[in-house]
């Protein structure tokens, strides 16, 4: 069976103004033909089989929105080749666009004034769904969450979270092949992620809907997805399972550690301690992601027993968090 989405040897390039300053430079632009050429996506390959949940991760501006858009059709590739679901995606907009369903930040598919059925009717309609397969899907939204509360609820009187459960649902309401989840936890509380993730799992696992996720939520990526690719500044660093990425990182340990006195500042001195290893902390801990090869935590442990008193500790493996953020300073080496 071929794969759902192929991409090959894809870049996008955008030309850009070069912008002078002040109103005699503004003017001046008007008449500019001084441009620039960014490379937004450059040379990406990945093939994704259908019912994977891959998440697309990078820092802002790596490229990730730039290669979703062309996967949706909404932008044209410079130069390679990308197929979804067969379909060359800015070629066959109408037929792509039937078999992708998509959730885009805080742009909502949904009307505002409408109660929530209206909104879902409206979709039924568009994506002329069979009214037995819209009443199952009814069936089977009712059963993985309790959608009566909100099915006659306004959009504008819902909750973000609502709202954001809503669209989810929406954008896998015509049963597409393909759903891409841009930031789909954003703002939420914990409940409300919880509820969500489950209910991206429970559709993909009995519709085997491909999911295509970015997120800067590792929360997000641990608990939906086997496989990561993750993109920079335009370029792929990696395209495996999170478990592979960490064995990179082998060496690295988080430290965590209790001690009297007040948390952040007591971390800001134990950081002058021990410049060479990222110290972090939050309402119950401080964390220290020492590297073995530097250092081992017992000794670590032994400086900081001199200029601190440590209550507590920890030692944990280093997190999918802290994988991710080495990454995007280091590369992959």
């Given at each position: 069976m071929a794969p759902i989405i192929e991409i090959q040897n894809v870049t996008k390039e955008f030309k850009v103004l070069n912008r002078r300053e002040g109103l005699k430079g503004s003017i001046r632009d008007l008449f500019s033909r001084n441009y620039k050429i960014v490379r937004a996506v450059d040379n990406v390959s990945m093939t994704i089989e259908q019912g994977e949940i891959v998440g697309y991760l990078g820092p802002n501006g790596a490229g990730k929105s730039t290669t979703i858009k062309m996967m949706t059709g909404v932008l044209e590739p410079t130069s390679g080749q990308i197929l979804v679901g067969g379909n060359v995606p800015y070629k066959n907009r109408t037929k792509n666009a039937q078999e992708i369903g998509v959730v885009f930040g805080q742009r909502s598919q949904l009307w505002w004034a409408l109660p929530l059925v209206e909104s879902f009717k409206i979709l039924r309609d568009i994506y002329q769904i069979p009214e037995?397969?819209?009443?199952?899907?009814?069936?089977?939204?009712?059963?993985?969450?309790?959608?009566?509360?909100?099915?006659?609820?306004?959009?504008?009187?819902?909750?973000?979270?609502?709202?954001?459960?809503?669209?989810?649902?929406?954008?896998?309401?015509?049963?597409?092949?393909?759903?891409?989840?841009?930031?789909?936890?954003?703002g939420l509380d914990v409940s409300m992620k919880a509820k969500i993730r489950t209910l991206v799992q429970a559709l993909n696992q009995e519709k085997k809907t491909t999911v295509i996720l970015t997120t800067h939520d590792m929360g997000d990526v641990d608990a939906l997805c086997r496989r990561i690719v993750i993109i920079d500044k335009g370029k792929m660093l990696y395209d495996n399972d999170i478990d592979h990425l960490k064995s990179f990182f082998g060496s690295y340990r988080t430290l965590k550690i209790r001690v009297e006195g007040e948390l952040k500042a007591q971390a800001q001195a134990i950081q002058k301690e021990l410049p060479e290893f990222p110290v972090t902390a939050d309402e119950e801990w401080i964390s220290i992601l020492v590297d073995e090869d530097k250092a081992k935590v017992i000794d670590v442990l032994g400086r900081l027993q001199s200029s601190c008193r440590i209550t507590d500790m920890q030692l944990q493996e280093i997190s999918s968090e802290d994988v991710i953020k080495k990454i995007y300073e280091e590369g992959v080496k």
């Open positions: 037995k397969n819209y009443q199952e899907m009814l069936d089977f939204y009712q059963s993985l969450v309790d959608i009566q509360p909100i099915l006659h609820k306004p959009v504008r009187q819902m909750s973000l979270g609502q709202r954001t459960l809503s669209d989810i649902l929406a954008a896998f309401l015509h049963d597409p092949k393909i759903v891409f989840l841009d930031e789909p936890t954003i």
